[in-house]
């Protein structure tokens, strides 16, 4: 029996997704539930899996722009499980010919064994790699993109200039010679690459010059002393672990300072819908996670009510899941306020951009040593820098200032937050 395998639907408003690249070439022998493909819409790369065990035909290329429910390959059940499928014969090799690589689970030969992905493939031929000088690590054998992007040429010695030949002594009168421009040593040369933009990142795109053209965004900065969230951590850390199975983090001093100040300036917690104000009695806190396709931002539902031990719980789970590629696209809808957080790749301050329909956004940076003034002595205390953008259009100067003052206050007595005031 054939099962034609579609493109499955990622989310409501999805029409069409972009194949990233296939995990299984045409001739293999998949199992019931295993991967097939990566597809890219326009807010998150999802996998497609086999629903049925057998020998898979792809009848799409990767690059390829389809719509949901369109068929882009087939899965022949009627094949004998193991292995892939009976290619037809051929004549017998010269003896000079190599042998098959021998596939990856420890069987003979298979149809993958040295060959590329339509993927890898283009990328050797922009790279100028000849083909059979990369090894392949994927099903069977077979050559990824990732190979080739790992694949390492043997160095070569740097050739060595010939001595420049003698020239016969110049008349006094004769114009000095202009010498060679030197090369510079140890250059890797000078390649151009380009590559499609994947559907997700064009979304993103889109959506950033849209929050600039459509908002009347603006920043204001702070900075916070974390010298007793610094002291609580350390106090209570092993404790905490024992306790609540999680470390003690600095996202969920934040967070709950963020929740705290939101229900006191609902402003900045609302969105502009049409012509309309729309307020929150919660706070659906998104936390940017860094994954291995980029920035995803997945949802802490309710996070106001949360203690900090559910909030550091709630933070690992969904970073655990982008690591892992397996953030859906439940994870990432809603949200009424956004945290950001550059301090983790160095970043000393920044203006964070707004995660439309919301209105604000809060960018957490590095911590550093800095001296500051304390009861009119100069201390060195650990200080962040904390940048609020807010939409001017529905969130005024005063109350997006006051909200920032507010974070900054309950963060240097966090005291306060475990009171509720």
Avoid: C
Wanted: glycine share 10%; hydrophobic share 40%; net charge negative.
């Amino acid at each position: 029996m054939i099962v034609e395998v579609k493109v499955p639907s990622p989310g409501e408003s999805i029409t069409e997704v972009e194949i990233e690249s296939w995990l299984v070439a045409s001739g293999d022998y998949v199992e019931m539930d295993a991967e097939l493909a990566e597809i890219n819409s326009d807010k998150a790369t999802l996998t497609v899996n086999a629903e049925q065990a057998g020998v898979v035909e792809l009848v799409a290329e990767e690059g390829d722009t389809v719509e949901v429910g369109q068929v882009i390959a087939k899965i022949d059940t009627s094949a004998s499980g193991g292995g892939a499928a009976e290619a037809p014969k051929e004549e017998a090799a010269p003896a000079a010919t190599e042998a098959p690589a021998a596939s990856a689970n420890g069987g003979g030969p298979t149809y993958a064994a040295g060959h590329a992905s339509p993927s890898a493939k283009k990328l050797m031929d922009e790279k100028g790699i000849p083909a059979g000088q990369v090894d392949g690590s994927g099903r069977g054998g077979r050559v990824t993109k990732a190979d080739v992007v790992n694949y390492k040429p043997a160095a070569q010695a740097p050739a060595t200039p010939s001595p420049a030949p003698k020239k016969e002594a110049a008349p006094k009168k004769e114009a000095r010679p202009i010498p060679a421009l030197p090369t510079a040593g140890g250059a890797t040369g000078r390649e151009v690459s380009s590559k499609k933009m994947t559907s997700l990142r064009k979304k993103i795109a889109q959506r950033l010059v849209s929050v600039k053209n459509e908002t009347a965004m603006l920043t204001t900065f702070n900075e916070v002393d974390l010298s007793e969230v610094m002291a609580i951590r350390k106090k209570y850390k092993e404790t905490f672990k024992e306790v609540h199975g999680v470390g003690l983090g600095f996202m969920s001093f934040f967070t709950k300072a963020v929740t705290m100040a939101l229900m006191e300036f609902p402003g900045v917690n609302g969105q502009i819908q049409g012509d309309e104000i729309v307020s929150f009695n919660y706070a659906d806190v998104g936390i940017a996670v860094s994954s291995d396709r980029g920035l995803v931002v997945p949802v802490i539902r309710n996070a106001e009510a949360m203690t900090l031990a559910q909030l550091e719980q709630s933070v690992l789970h969904y970073a655990l899941k982008a690591r892992s590629n397996k953030i859906t696209i439940e994870d990432m809808e809603g949200g009424t306020f956004t945290i950001t957080n550059g301090g983790v790749f160095g970043s000393m301050l920044s203006t964070p951009i707004i995660n439309p329909p919301q209105s604000a956004i809060l960018g957490m940076h590095n911590i550093v040593q800095r001296p500051i003034a304390v009861n009119g002595e100069v201390k060195i205390r650990p200080v962040m820098y904390v940048a609020l953008s807010y939409d001017h259009r529905i969130v005024d100067g005063k109350e997006a200032v006051s909200f920032l003052f507010r974070v900054k206050e309950r963060l240097e007595d966090p005291s306060r937050m475990l009171l509720g005031v």
